[in-house]
């Protein structure tokens, strides 16, 4: 079983039964090639084809669909989620915008930021 996106159309992100992230669906949904998912989060390209379901693999793509699924679930669609993830610059993280933050290494920042804006509070 697994845990669909809001929009029907999208493929499914994340496996529930094991909580695989699948990276050939994460970089549809991101509209990436392999290279530029393993840049943005911090992998090499080798390792993320060589071993997607490694616990070091996971624990770098696990972050990014966990802030995609998140703000897709506040904006309503994965379309608005993936534009706000890759164009929307945060005061608060120097006007990066959360694509960057995460490619510098703080996917923990975005998910915080995240949990900030669900509870009302904005950077």
Known sequence: MSIALLDKDTEMLIDSSDGTVLPSVLGNVLHVRYEELAKL??????SL???PK???TQAKLRPIAQILLRASAMTGSIGLAVAWFEYQPIPGFGNKTPAETVADGYADAVLQHLSDMEEGVYA
Request: aromatic share 0%; net charge positive; charged share 25%.
């Open 54 to 56: 490694a616990k070091s």
């Open 41 to 46: 989060s911090g992998l090499k390209s080798s």
């Open 49 to 51: 084809r060589a071993s």
